[in-house]
């Protein structure tokens, strides 16, 4: 822990478009209005206790870091009060010009985010879920306390962090991180004033999911899992992965970003099978996702019925993978799929259960060991602790072991 400085003289600077700013310890703050956030939800003390019954008029303290403050921690020292840098005001500035497409953009993250983690338990959060039906819902079930102006650049800009407290989990509080308008991470209440870097990209998120990946294959076959087809479990990129991502490309239009790289980096999987031993369970929804030539297919298909495929609405998208009973050869629904042109860098999955995109949707099943349909079936006896030990917990505010499906 730093030392604290002897000297307690109240330091205070001014610097617009901030609000009048004084120093405590760590970092400066102040009080503002942002009319955009307007409206959420409105506390004043613990996170469980409204102090309103009345919705927030915008206020929030704005919490700037100090330059120099990552270098004094590393060294056990506190920050000095070094007044805000030109990124941090350009950042503030923008967050200011540009409040509701900001405000926007954070809730249609947090929606896409949480509401299906809400779904997981859909019984116990029925009541919530029932009056979340879009993003502005979110509001009656949050508060923003905390805007934090971080002063690390990332690519050039200083971030912007939203700090929430929420009704469905108030011990650990939400946050999001932005930087230029963009959403950079959502997680607990740390992610807004956590800096964030190159490691957590598309690029790193994807290589995380494709070691995880890896590591859940080896656990299974020294389990003595069967792999229903063993050649197609985890076969790596194909070798001419960058001609298909071109086809599609060259025909419809552009591949999401997350999609080109898990083909590129981990290409395809699939965990189909059993194990003699584990039962109770007559869907666990396997992970699989398709590689780059299933989509080459499915184009090919489009073409040579382009015309009517247009005139039923029915155009192309990229297989992902089959809904959880065609997995278990059993008659189901249309196959997932994310849409081309590309909508986004990580994409909304279309035909999922859960609203998420397809990063999202991967670290959700690896959350949940790959077999996300055990959530359902509390009695079942696979092993999942043990093949789970160790491995990244994908969504610290969902418990693997909170729910009876855990078994030794």
Not at 57 to 86: C, F, H, T, W
Not at 102 to 107: K, S
Not at 310 to 337: E, Q, T
Not at 357 to 373: Q, R, S
Request: a neutral charge.
């Amino acid at each position: 822990m730093p030392k604290k400085p002897t000297k307690k003289t109240k330091i205070s600077t001014a610097v617009p478009p901030f609000p009048p700013l004084h120093w405590a310890e760590f970092y400066w703050q102040g009080k503002i209005r942002l009319d955009a956030w307007a409206g959420f939800q409105s506390k004043g003390g613990p996170y469980v206790a409204r102090s309103s019954g009345q919705p927030s008029d915008g206020e929030v303290r704005v919490i700037v870091m100090s330059a120099n403050e990552a270098e004094k921690l590393a060294k056990g020292q506190y920050p000095d009060p070094i007044p805000p840098i030109a990124e941090q005001v350009q950042a503030f500035e923008d967050l200011l010009s540009s409040q509701v497409a900001i405000r926007d953009a954070v809730l249609l993250a947090m929606f896409k985010k949480y509401r299906p983690l809400l779904q997981i338990d859909a019984e116990k959060n029925r009541d919530v879920l029932s009056l979340l039906q879009k993003p502005d819902d979110l509001m009656q079930f949050m508060e923003l306390p905390s805007v934090y102006v971080l002063a690390k650049r990332f690519r050039g800009s200083c971030s912007i962090g939203f700090q929430f407290r929420s009704e469905w989990d108030p011990e650990h509080g939400l946050g999001v991180l932005t930087n230029r308008g963009k959403v950079l991470d959502i997680g607990l209440g740390e992610t807004a004033f956590t800096d964030f870097s190159e490691r957590d990209t598309l690029r790193a998120r994807i290589d995380r999911i494709g070691k995880t990946i890896s590591s859940i294959v080896q656990r299974l076959k020294e389990a003595g899992y069967q792999f229903d087809r063993p050649a197609e479990v985890l076969p790596g990129p194909e070798a001419n992965v960058a001609a298909s991502i071109a086809r599609i490309e060259q025909v419809v239009g552009e591949v999401p970003l997350a999609l080109k790289l898990f083909w590129q980096r981990v290409g395809s999987v699939d965990f189909s099978g059993s194990h003699s031993n584990w039962k109770g369970c007559k869907l666990p929804n396997p992970l699989m996702i398709y590689p780059a030539s299933v989509a080459i297919a499915e184009l090919e298909d489009f073409l040579a019925d382009r015309r009517e495929r247009l005139r039923s609405n029915f155009p192309y998208a990229i297989p992902i993978c089959p809904d959880a009973k065609h997995k278990a050869d059993v008659s189901g629904g249309m196959w997932w799929s994310v849409s081309v042109p590309a909508e986004d860098d990580d994409p909304l999955i279309h035909n999922c259960d859960l609203t998420l995109t397809f990063v999202d949707y991967l670290e959700w099943v690896l959350h949940f060991g790959g077999f996300p349909g055990l959530i359902q079936s509390p009695n079942h006896t696979w092993p999942m602790k043990q093949l789970l030990r160790g491995l990244p917990s994908w969504f610290p505010n969902v418990e693997r072991d909170s729910y009876s499906v855990w078994v030794s």
